[in-house]
C-alpha cells in the first residue's frame, strides 16, 4: 500500500554493481515495476516483475524478489554514468491496479 | 512521435492565480493520470480518468480540477494558487483498466514555481 520504502541515495564507481532496495506493503501485489528518473524528465519504465517469479534478468538489470520479507531489489551490473539517475519501486493498489504507490527514489550517483 | 506531452514545460505565476496545464497522449491509451512531484521527489498520484470517467481521485483541494475532453487529453486546472503548490506535474498514461501488467507511460513534467 501507501509505504513504499526506498534508501535515498547511493554512490558507485563506475564498472562496479549497483543494488537499489525497496520494501513494500502488499502481499497480493501481482506486478512491482522499477521506473527510472533522470534529470529533468519524467519516469520511464526501466522494468517489471511477476509476484510468482523470484528473479527477473533483463541484459545489466537484475530484479529480485523476496515476497516473505517483501522486499525487491534491482541490481545494475557494469554501471555506467549514464545510470546516475533516480530510481523509483512501483506498486499498485489491491483495490485499484492503475494507483501506483511510488517509493521516495533512490538517487544513484555514478562516480567516474 | 512524442508519447505523452504536457505544457507548458515551466510554469511561474503569482499566489491567487488560476492557471492550467495540459496534457495529451498519442499511445490510443484509455487511461490517464495527474500526478505531483514535490521538491524531495516524492510522487503521489491525483486523478485518474479512464474513457473521461474519472476514477481515481485522491484527496486534493478541491482547488485542483481535472478536465478530460476526450480520452486523448487530461487537463489539471488549479484555481487561486498558493505557494505550497509548487512542485512537478507529471501526466501519465496507460492502456488497461485495471488487470494485469499496466505499464504507464508518463510525460515530461511541468514544473509549477508559484511566488
Known amino acids: 500500500g501507501e509505504d513504499v520504502e526506498q534508501s535515498l541515495f547511493l554512490s558507485v564507481r563506475e564498472g562496479d554493481s549497483s543494488v537499489i532496495n525497496c520494501t513494500y506493503t502488499d502481499s497480493s501485489s501481482t506486478y512491482l515495476y522499477w521506473y527510472k528518473q533522470e534529470p529533468g524528465a519524467g519516469l520511464q519504465l526501466l522494468t517489471y516483475?511477476?509476484?510468482?517469479?523470484d528473479m527477473k534478468q533483463d541484459q545489466r538489470l537484475t530484479v529480485l524478489l523476496n515476497k516473505k520479507d517483501k522486499h525487491l531489489s534491482l541490481r545494475i551490473a557494469d554501471t555506467q554514468t549514464g545510470d546516475s539517475a533516480i530510481y523509483f519501486c512501483a506498486e499498485p493498489s489491491r483495490y485499484n491496479f492503475n494507483k501506483f504507490y511510488f517509493g521516495s527514489g533512490t538517487k544513484l550517483n555514478v562516480k567516474p | 512521435d512524442t508519447a505523452v506531452s504536457q505544457t507548458p514545460k515551466y510554469l511561474v505565476t503569482q499566489m491567487g492565480n488560476d492557471k492550467s496545464i495540459k496534457c495529451e497522449q498519442n499511445l490510443g491509451h484509455d487511461t490517464m493520470y495527474w500526478y505531483k512531484q514535490d521538491s524531495k521527489k516524492f510522487l503521489k498520484i491525483m486523478f485518474s480518468?479512464?474513457?473521461?470517467?474519472?476514477?481515481i481521485n485522491e484527496t486534493v483541494p478541491n482547488r485542483f480540477s481535472p478536465k478530460s475532453p476526450d480520452k486523448a487529453h487530461l487537463n489539471l486546472h488549479i484555481n487561486s494558487l498558493e505557494l505550497g503548490d509548487s512542485a512537478v506535474y507529471f501526466c501519465?498514461?496507460?492502456?488497461?483498466?485495471?488487470?494485469?501488467?499496466?505499464?504507464?507511460?508518463f510525460g515530461p513534467g511541468t514544473r509549477l514555481t508559484v511566488l
Open positions: 516483475i511477476f509476484s510468482n517469479m
Open positions: 480518468y479512464n474513457n473521461k470517467e474519472l476514477i
Open positions: 501519465a498514461s496507460s492502456r488497461a483498466s485495471g488487470q494485469g501488467i499496466d505499464t504507464q507511460y
